[in-house]
């Protein structure tokens, strides 16, 4: 185990965000001269070339004064994706293949070393302290996992294994996947911290918490379930967050609130990088609140439930609604930096995250990782003269009647999966059809039905 841990760690620099970017050309040129070249050196001369020249330009850049923004520009969610999850469907299914899945093997084998090398260093009177471990090795383990059970399922249970694998990380991560017993302690204290509002921020520290780097997924996972989950939250909380930076101590050169501004830029470019390579995939097969949905779907079909089917003029009215919701939240944001000593702005009371405040995800997460119990205080009617409230409780409903009454009539609302959408064409990743080989079955809409 020592050995393996050792090994590991002498590779941990090859496997920074940002470096494993550069592997992308490399990937894309074996491709595309894998038909032209007969043998597999010849096929891996060109990329290998191309690699390490990004490679060591990316090393000179780490020896300037731009090392504190290429950190702040890594996310932790890009090497899994890059190093496993598009060679696994890209490459062809060939002998070399099996060569490929060496690399997940390796990755699953050091998340175990891992694990078990901190629980043998913690001392005995711990107790349980979870599984601990570094995020990192846990995104690539649990990829790596991924990738090496694909061959063995079909496409639909696979997505299927995919959802239930992201949806316990994203739920339970933050409980089951702290980095080291003291951290594991510190969390069960900030869990027995009564709630006192709907967004309450002294129990939620998310796993990934940095003070340097914010890391999004694409996806919908609420920050707020059980003690903050896993990932920093949503691409709504991270815009949120960019329009509450006060615009005037930026000007002014403010240092602090001119690192936030660099930390929440830098975010975005990483989440683009992410809709680029996945697009909607990430709502298809990640997010926690359509896998939800899916169960209200499921017991929807068992009562025999009607399937109504939205025409048009429902669904734009969703995507308006969804995006003028959006949009208020973000104006009232851009509020905050304005309130006054009473956390009001021009008389009326405004939450620090206004979209968090009625987001459904702000009740499904916390009861999905925690039960009944984890069901958020609703705010209350002095919370911008109970618009937040009634918001907060329509939305709620109108979450539970989408996926009872059809499918994914929520997600056409989902303000986070309208920034997803734009990447449905010319993203890295889509779902191809073969016209003439069709014969109905309809399995590529129950594998990714966005």
Known sequence: METLTAILTALAPALRPLQSVLFLPGLLLALAFSRRFSTFPKQAALPAAFTLLFTLLYRLALRTEFDAWLYRLESPFV??????????????????????????????????????????????????????????????????????????????????????????????????????AADYDAMKARRAVARRDVVSFSETTPVMRDDNRLAYLPAAPCRFSADGGYVQGCNMELFQRLAQLDPRKVAAGSVEETALLAMA?????????????????????????????????????????????????????????????????????AAVPRLDEQGRFLGCKIPLYPFCKICPGQQVCPVAARGPAGYPPLPGMDWMGGFFLYAAVGLGLFFVLSFMAGRRLWCRFCPMGMLGGHF?????LALKKTPHRCNGCGVCRNVCPM
Do not use: Q
């Open 79 to 180: 090497p899994p994706l890059l190093l496993l999850v598009v060679p696994a469907l890209l490459l062809p299914r060939n002998r070399f293949y099996r060569f490929f899945l060496i690399l997940p093997a390796l990755a699953l084998a050091g998340l175990v070393a891992h694990i078990l090398s901190n629980l043998v260093n913690t001392p005995a009177p711990a107790g349980f302290i979870g599984f601990p471990t570094s995020p990192g090795a846990l995104l690539m383990g649990a990829t790596a996992f991924l990738v090496l059970l694909e061959p063995a399922l079909s496409t639909v249970g696979f997505r299927r294994a995919v959802r239930l694998t992201c949806f316990a990380l994203l739920m339970f991560g933050g409980f089951l996947f702290r980095t080291n």
């Open 265 to 333: 830029l830098a975010a975005v470019v990483s989440l683009l990088v992410l809709l680029f390579i996945g697009a909607r995939a990430w709502c298809g097969w990640v997010c926690p609140l359509a896998a939800a949905g899916d169960g209200l779907d499921w017991v929807r079909r068992r009562l025999g439930l009607p399937h109504l089917k939205p025409s048009r003029p429902v669904k734009l009215a969703a995507f308006a609604s969804g995006l003028s919701l959006a949009s208020f939240g973000l104006l009232l944001a």
């Open 424 to 428: 449905n064409k010319g993203g890295l």
